[in-house]
């Protein structure tokens, strides 16, 4: 498949698709349920205790997919968490995408990486080159979600071989990183079955400079042409090839798009092609994951 870009039309080979005029949505309400909060290891060298947010499937029987869903550097929580940082503080876009995948018949778990390594309030703008070793966005933070995702097979009610990762931002990258097929062993049995990777820095410590960027299963990156904080034309550049060599991925451009234009506030949502994005998106991601995340045929 190409890559997309979106604007007044999608354009996809040999046909355009108007793109619906929406109002921005309201701002999330609060949280509908309560997650349960959790503790479990991530796979790195220390074995570093993660916290993670846990929503439960609606209207579920029998065994369900789940999504891992990674944060950025701003971390898991609200600006203006005020040093509460619990269920109660998550941010208002991780709690709209938790939220949203439970009522599709997902579990959903949050997890947190940079609480427990003693940063729960994140990191600021342009301040990548200060940032600690321990929450390395190609290094880490992947083995967090490859910890989530074994916790995860731990429990009941999730269909273990039907659970997929989503990430923004820096958790984007970490989703990218965490798709690399460089790990040892039947990824494709091991692993996720699919991602998603919301506007991310695609940098990624020029770890794949040489081989270049393969995935071993289905990757969607998704990104507004006017990111002012990351590279939309180099994310383009690194999934077009990866795409070019015969791998599952597809790179899809809102035109006029900001960085985080999918979060659910009114600041983001003031901005009308954010506005259109996120509703195209939400349209998206849902179709992906319940296609690329069905059960397998025997």
């Known amino acids: 498949m190409k890559a997309l870009i979106l604007g007044a039309a999608l354009l996809v080979p040999g046909a355009a698709f108007a793109v619906p005029q929406v109002s921005a949505p309201p701002a999330a309400a609060a949280p509908a349920t309560v997650p349960q909060r959790v503790v479990f290891p991530s796979v790195d060298e220390a074995g570093t ?6 929503y439960a499937p609606v209207g579920v029987q029998g065994p369900a997919p789940a999504v891992v ?25 991780h709690r709209f995408w938790a939220e949203y995948w439970a009522a599709r018949g997902y579990y959903a778990i949050i997890v947190d ?44 009610g999730v269909d273990d071989d039907r659970v997929g990762l989503m990430g923004w931002s820096n958790g984007g990258s970490a989703t990218l990183s965490a798709m690399a097929d460089d790990k040892p062993g039947d990824m494709r049995r091991l ?18 400079a040489r081989t270049g960027y393969n995935t071993y299963a289905p990757v969607r990156v998704f990104m507004g042409t006017d990111d002012e904080e990351v590279s939309h034309d180099r994310c383009r ?13 597809e790179f899809v451009s809102y035109r006029g798009a900001t960085h985080s234009f999918d979060d659910p506030g009114r600041r983001r949502q003031s901005v009308a092609a954010n506005a259109r994005a996120t509703a195209d998106v939400r349209e998206r991601l849902g179709a992906f994951f319940d296609e690329a995340l069905a059960p397998r045929t025997p």
């Open 49 to 54: 205790e993660l916290v993670g947010y846990l």
């Open 113 to 156: 990486g940079f609480g427990p390594r003693g940063y729960p309030g994140g990191f600021g703008r342009f301040s990548y080159d200060e940032r600690p070793a321990e929450v390395n966005e190609v290094t880490v933070r992947p083995l967090d979600a490859y910890g989530a995702l074994k916790y995860l097979r731990t429990l009941p």
């Open 191 to 208: 692993g996720f079955r699919a991602a998603i990777s919301m506007y991310p820095a695609c940098g990624l410590h020029n770890r794949f």
């Open 237 to 249: 550049d690194l999934i077009r090839t990866a795409e070019a060599r015969g791998h599952d991925v």
């Open 69 to 93: 869903l990674m944060h950025g550097r701003a971390g898991a929580y609200s600006s203006l968490a005020d040093g509460v940082y619990d269920a109660s503080t998550l941010s208002m876009r």
